[in-house]
């Protein structure tokens, strides 16, 4: 069971109590300051009583140092420095002693000046060399005339584009240097559905009918993955794209006025040419790689219709082709054609050469022995021609 034990503590003034020393464990109630001391081997310590609670007209008078005063009706609190009791709360600005501009500048706070104030708002703007109140600044931000609105779709001199319409604007201006105006930075692909773990960068024409989380609604887009996220960009009609995994060696493709991707006509697959074709005048033939290789090599005669080296030799030469003409060449063993420059078309000779073979008893006779219309004739073998002359009776003589 509990024991109530009544014990009285030593009394004295706090200046009577200056002037002792308590015992250890000995406490004294300072009946002027009312305060609770108890001795220690370093001497008196305050126990209770240092803050003092009451109306402000209650203070007691200060001089004792260290004292708190807490004013129950005010809810102010002063602190006694051993000749004033000093306040120590705040309640409003005017309660402070100076100004805002006694306040240092430094480099995490800063102070505004009091002539850039109006009622408590900041209304001026200053840097030292260049002022403005709030209403010229939003006079300026106002003015239509010196701030244009962004607008992507504008394309006039005094339009205002967005950052990253003018990165595209850059890129398809980069382009037209080699490809047209709409030539696009290439693909991966026109076919494969929304990837799953895109790289940064990846860029595909999204297929028609995708029903990718990101991709679906965005049929034939160019989708590009950036910082984390699909950015499309719908083609406009004549777009050039580079699709990396057409064929084997990637293909153009050009966006057309039906809204479609398809081959774009200046892509030709020569690996694929099936029909050879040729022309006039800045029209070229195409061969197959075996008809090429016939062609670069050395044959003999031929008849598959290829010209052989052979060939080549048996053209006429310069000289009778000249000939062929019929205006020049002279004629000669290897040029055994007749032209103009042939003396003998204007030269007449007796001819010599077959005198022994056209008389008569020559492998070649000129002349017959049977009568026939427009023929030479010649004497039988008794040196008569019987044969040509008609006979006729003249009776004897």
Known sequence: ???????????????????????????????????????????????????????YANMPTAGVSGRIFVASDTKDVYVDDGNAWIKTTVHHLSELAGTLDDISDGSTYGRVRKTELTNGLVSRVNDGSHSANAQELRQHLDNDSIHVPIDDTAHGPDNVISAAEVDERIQSA?????????????????????????????RYIVPVGSTGTNWSGHDNDIAEYKNGAWVFNTPEAGWLTFVLDEDTDGLDFQFN?????????????????????????????????????????????????????????????????????????????????????????????????????H??????????????????????????????????????F
Request: net charge negative; with cysteine.
């Open 174 to 202: 980069v382009s037209d240097a080699v490809f047209s105006n709409d030539r696009r930075e290439p693909v991966l692909s026109r076919t494969t559905d929304e990837p799953t773990s895109p790289s940064e960068g990846d």
């Open 257 to 357: 006025k039906s809204g479609q991707w398809v081959p774009a006509p200046t892509s030709v697959n020569h690996n694929s040419t099936l029909n050879k074709q040729g022309g006039r005048s800045n029209e070229y033939y195409h061969h197959t790689y075996a008809e090429w290789v016939r062609n670069r090599t050395a044959a003999t005669d031929s008849v598959d219709g290829y010209m052989t080296k052979e060939d080549h030799q048996k053209l006429p030469t310069t000289n009778e082709k000249e000939a062929l003409a019929g205006t020049d060449g002279i004629p000669s063993d290897t040029n055994r054609y007749v032209t103009d420059s042939d003396s003998r078309l204007t030269d007449a000779r007796t001819p010599t050469t077959h005198t022994d073979t």
């Open 359 to 396: 008389k008569m008893g020559g492998s070649d006779e000129v002349g017959t022995q049977t009568p026939t219309p427009n023929a030479i004739p010649y004497a039988d073998a008794n040196g008569r021609l019987n044969a040509w002359i008609d006979h006729i009776d003249c009776g004897v």
């Open 1 to 55: 069971m509990a024991k109530l034990v009544t014990f009285q503590i030593y009394g004295t003034t706090k200046t009577n109590l200056d002037s002792m020393t308590l015992l250890e464990r000995e406490m004294c109630f300072t009946i002027d300051t009312l305060e609770v001391y108890i001795g220690d081997s370093s001497g008196n310590k305050i126990l209770i009583g240092r803050a003092i609670v009451d109306t």
